[in-house]
């Protein structure tokens, strides 16, 4: 038969014999405050999961454009991490995703990939307001000139309406790119 080797108690560390080998504690006066912090772990669990059900519930269609657009800057700065900002050309600075055309005149491509890139954060898009002087002179030659002229044909369009659960699948679409992303090593 084998040697049953002494474990050490999770809540009041003293060595003891386990009777089973799943066994955590020494006794009773330690089991019972091991059920407890289980049990308050437990609900604190689906306290959370109903928590966010009714946050989810009580959002707005503005909460959800807000969210996807964080979302989408994110995947943005991933997507340009390394490249010089898109403006001046800077490679040292923090980055922002600056909107070629803007987000709020011109809501049909405020989500484009292609009208989204990465520029210096205090030079460019706050100080100069996106510096689009530069923008348009660096834009064609990064996405090539066919999709540039399609973007501004795309951005004249009517303003583009997603209704909530549009917003959910391209958030959770954006957050798969994001977790794809960061699961590969960084290519120069």
Not at 48 to 59: C, G, L, P, V
Not at 93 to 114: K, Q
Request: with cysteine.
């Amino acid at each position: 038969m084998k040697e049953i080797k002494p474990k050490e108690c999770v809540v009041c560390g003293e060595e003891f014999i386990p009777s089973r080998t799943t066994q955590k504690v020494c006794g009773w006066s330690c089991a019972i405050p091991l059920g407890r912090t289980n049990m308050e772990k437990q609900n604190r669990k689906a306290w959370n999961k109903e928590k966010k059900i009714i946050k989810d519930k009580q959002k707005t269609h503005k909460d959800w454009l807000k969210d996807l657009e964080k979302v989408v800057n994110e995947f943005i700065r991933l997507r340009d991490k390394g490249k010089p900002c898109i403006s001046c050309g800077s490679v040292n600075y923090t980055m922002s995703a600056g909107h070629y055309f803007p987000a709020g005149s011109y809501g049909n491509v405020r989500f484009d990939e292609d009208n989204i890139h990465g520029q210096c954060w205090f030079n460019c898009n706050s100080s100069k307001h996106g510096n689009l002087a530069e923008y348009t002179l660096r834009l064609p030659e990064r996405i090539g000139k066919e999709r540039f002229e399609q973007l501004q044909v795309r951005a004249k369009q009517t303003t583009l309406k997603l209704s909530i659960p549009e917003i959910k699948e391209k958030i959770e679409y954006y957050r798969g790119k994001i977790r794809e992303m960061k699961a590969k090593p960084v290519e120069k």
